[in-house]
Structures are given as C-alpha cells and as structure tokens.
C-alpha cells in the first residue's frame, strides 16, 4: 500500500515559480511511475506530467511543456513539481498520483491510478 501527501501549494503572481512535493509510504513506492494531474475550477481533472520508476522517462501535457519539469528523490520517497512561469490557467488543484505503469496517462483517468493523493491547490493570480 502507498499513501501519498502532496504540499508546495499557494499562491504566487504570474510570471513566478513554484515547486510541490509529494511524498509517498510504502515499500513499493519505487516501483511505481508518479505524476501529477491538476483540476482547475469549473473543470475537469486533466493529465499534467509522470515519471517512470526510474526516472528515465518523462512525459507533460502540451499546455506544460517547457515550464513543468518533474523529478524524483527515491531515497526520500518523494516526486517533485517545478512549475516555473506560471499563468493564471495555471490555477488549478494539483494531485499526485502513482501507477505501476508510466504508459499511456495522458488519456487515463486520474480515477484509474493506482494510488492519489488528495490534492494541494495553486493559485495564480494575475
């Protein structure tokens, strides 16, 4: 079993930069891929970035690419969220999430994921 706990969230200006963890229990949290997805007000829940197990893959949402970069620290059983020139569209929940695999979640449901998170809100203001 893996629990995870995201922090890093607030609030912060366009144009600005901000970095959320999420930090997971459980021995099998190295086996897992982990990636965020985020739910903005009004909207639905959507794909934001994953990692694989090791790292060796990434994969963002087109509406991220080039500002997000993810990482993570298997040793402190915890995946990172750098979010950097932030946008008001930015503003969303953001939620952790784990899966055994790294494939395919950009079209997955964040319902789908093996373990989630419950979430730490962004906002951006303008």
């Known amino acids: 079993q893996v629990q995870l706990v995201e922090s890093g969230g607030g609030l912060v200006q366009a144009g600005g930069s901000l970095r959320l963890s999420c930090a997971a229990s459980?021995?099998?949290?190295?086996?897992?891929?982990m990636g965020w997805f985020r739910q903005a007000p009004g909207k639905e829940r959507e794909f934001v970035a994953v990692i694989s197990w090791n790292g060796g893959v990434k994969y963002f949402a087109d509406s991220v690419k080039g500002r997000f970069t993810i990482s993570r620290d298997n040793a402190k059983n915890t995946v990172y969220l750098q979010m950097m020139s932030l946008k008001s569209e930015d503003t969303a929940v953001y939620y952790c999430?784990?899966?055994?695999?790294?494939?395919?979640?950009?079209?997955?449901?964040?319902?789908?994921?093996?373990?989630r998170g419950k979430g730490t809100p962004v906002t951006v203001s303008s």
């Open positions: 999430a784990g899966d055994r695999s790294w494939t395919g979640w950009g079209s997955r449901k964040f319902v789908a994921m093996d373990y």
């Open positions: 459980g021995r099998t949290y190295s086996n897992y891929a």
